[in-house]
């Protein structure tokens, strides 16, 4: 089998509330366009040739997914989530080394539903001959400042300026995030041993002493997180139906 085609397994952790919505329910299971935000997610990860699976993990007890399509699909699995993202995440790596699934996994966000498939197939080509994988990401465009807190009694949470952060070599780290399985299950599993406080799949991998490959992908690979991101999300997701 040629590098560019080997099956992948995809894992969308998606037991978060989102409590930055401000919505009666969590965000994945808010509407756009009449399919959820996990919808239009799941479905864009089953559309590419190469993922043969999507593992998505649900909060036990969760009562929004088994009323969505994609809860009957066969080729979407669930298993049960976990209180921090890496511990979904590694529910559904448990799974894959269970059942033998695939040597290589990639890790999406259930709220970045506009990623583009041109994104995956680069992510996909340049990770699965790097020595330890990669992540979609974005150079950082604007100036970046680092803030301190303000001790002022009257204007409690606020920050001002402390410095100015050089931008050269940052980056904004996205999803898909590719690795092999074992690797990532391995690392996460340490990580979480150790009490390692890990915000991305990378992160753990980075922990291990590893330097994960930097993939350029497009800034509309946003994750909803605000209210307004609804409607910013609409528009790609309506602009991405136009060129297909």
Known sequence: MQPNSQSIIAIVPAAGVGSRMQADRPKQYLTIQSQTILEHTVYKLLSHSQVSKVIVAISDGDPYFPKLGISQNPDVIRVEGGSERADSVLSALNY???????????????????????????????????????????????????????????????????????RVNLWHALTPQMFRSQALHNALAE????????????????????????????????????PEDLALAEFYLSQNKEEQ
Do not use: Y
């Not at 059942?99 to 999406?108: A, D, P, R, S, Y």
């Not at 150079?139 to 807190?149: E, F, L, W």
């Not at 915000?199 to 997180?225: C, Q, Y």
């Open 96 to 166: 894959v080394q269970q059942h033998e699934l695939g040597e290589w996994v990639m890790v999406h966000d259930a709220a970045r539903p506009c990623v583009q498939l041109s994104d995956v197939d680069k992510l996909i080509s340049e990770s699965i001959v790097h020595p330890v994988g990669g992540i979609l990401a974005s150079p950082v465009r604007d100036t970046m400042k680092r803030g301190i807190s303000q001790r002022s009694p009257s204007n409690q949470g606020a920050q001002s300026i402390d410095t100015t952060v050089d």
């Open 191 to 226: 990580a979480l041993e150790h009490q390692v406080a890990i915000t991305d799949e990378a992160s753990a991998m980075e922990w291990k002493g590893h330097s994960p490959l930097l993939v350029t992908g497009r800034s509309d690979n946003f994750k909803i997180t605000q």
